[in-house]
C-alpha cells in the first residue's frame, strides 16, 4: 500500500509528511519526492500497516495546510488480469494558496 501527496514545494513540507507516520512508529519502506516548480510529489510505501491505519494519516495529510492533495492506494497499479483497478480508497484535493 502507498500514499500519495501532493504540496507546496517548501522546506517543512517532507518532514511534516513523514512526521505522522513517526508519530505512530510506522517506518515506511519506501519514499519518494520530487520537486516541480513549487510543488513537491510525495511518495510514501508502507507494507505492514492495515488499511484503516493509512486512511487515517491520509486523514491527518489532508488537514494539512502546504498539502493540495491525498492518494491512499491499497492494490498493484495492474491486476491479475493485467487490468488497472481502481486502487484509491481515499482521495483529497484542494488548491494552495
Not at 14 to 30: E, K, N, Y
Not at 34 to 51: F, H, L, M, P, Y
Not at 71 to 88: F, K, L, N, R
Amino acid at each position: 500500500m502507498f500514499v500519495t501527496v501532493t504540496a507546496a514545494a517548501e522546506p517543512q513540507s517532507l518532514p511534516r509528511v513523514l512526521g505522522l507516520f513517526a508519530q505512530r512508529w510506522i517506518t515506511p519502506d519506501d519514499v519518494r519526492a520530487q520537486r516541480s516548480g513549487d510543488i513537491i510529489a510525495i511518495r510514501c510505501e508502507v507494507t505492514d500497516i492495515a488499511e484503516r491505519e493509512l486512511e487515517i494519516i491520509a486523514s491527518k495529510l489532508a488537514e494539512m495546510v502546504l498539502v493540495a492533495s491525498v492518494e491512499v492506494h491499497t492494490s498493484e497499479i495492474t491486476g491479475p488480469s493485467g487490468s488497472a483497478p481502481d486502487p484509491t480508497v481515499l482521495s483529497h484535493s484542494r488548491d494552495l494558496l
